[in-house]
């Protein structure tokens, strides 16, 4: 594999006096898409929410194009390049679709009008749905529209590395498949992910990598194809 664009290297991450990751090390290549899977409470949120700077560990250390960044705030990890799809949506409910995606481009206001009135009109081409209701209030949106929403507010924010906590979660099948058509339309197009998450069968599809955590600490790790075709895994997380 290629030098890493971000390393995760043995991190012990506590919530007051309890452990909840255990020597923790992963990276993700440029434009590579790597799956961190796990059942409740294996530990995965909690992965990603020390590479975005919300937690801190206690040992171990983040890099990111070699500079460390476990130290650093949240705001500092999105000004360096990241972008975040965070389980449960959270959009901004009390604001219209289109404010929603403008704010996604919040960090690039310094740059040219046009480009960014170009990545709006690309986002409606991508996200249909949510062009038809670009006036509609957030928080009246279905749960699979939200996600739409989140997924375009992130795509607006033209991330260098892209965090996505349960991308499927509480999704029907139907917006399951989009969501994970559009993944791969990113992945095609180079965008380096890190996804958590417990839909096992779409997410090793979709994967270069993966690693597999349980109660904190990574089991098994390895290329996707080959984790589901592992027995451990097939029976853990791919029904047997």
């Known amino acids: 594999m290629t030098e890493p664009l971000l390393s995760v290297d043995h991190i012990d991450v506590f919530y007051g006096p309890v452990q909840a990751l255990f020597d923790v090390s992963l990276s993700v290549a440029a434009g590579e898409t790597v799956v961190v899977l796990g059942g409740n409470a294996s530990g995965k949120s909690t992965t990603v929410k020390s590479v975005l700077g919300l937690v801190r560990p206690r040992s171990g250390a983040i890099h990111f194009e070699g500079r460390r960044i476990d130290g650093l705030s949240p ?11 965070p389980e449960g949506r959270r959009v901004f409910v009390e604001m219209s679709v289109e404010d929603n995606l403008r704010l996604g481009a919040y960090t690039r ?3 040219p009008v046009r480009q960014l009135a170009e990545d ?8 249909p749905r949510l062009a038809e209701r670009r006036r509609q209030i957030a928080g009246t949106l279905s749960g699979g529209e939200q996600q739409m929403l989140a997924m375009a507010r992130a795509y607006m924010r033209r991330p260098r590395v892209l965090c996505i906590d349960e991308p499927s979660m509480g999704l029907s099948p139907l917006f399951v498949e989009r969501v994970y058509e559009i993944l791969e339309n990113w992945k095609r197009e180079g965008l380096t992910m890190l996804i958590v998450e417990q839909n096992a069968t779409m997410a090793l599809a979709l ?13 098994i790790s390895g290329e996707a194809r ?15």
């Open 75 to 85: 705001q500092a990890v999105i000004h360096l390049g990241f972008g975040s799809i």
């Open 120 to 127: 709006l009109q690309a986002a409606w081409a991508m996200f």
């Open 109 to 111: 206001r310094r740059q």
């Open 207 to 219: 994967a270069d990598r993966a690693y597999v955590l349980r109660a904190g600490e990574v089991v």
């Open 226 to 240: 080959e984790l589901a075709r592992d027995d451990r895994v097939r029976h853990a997380y791919l029904g047997g």
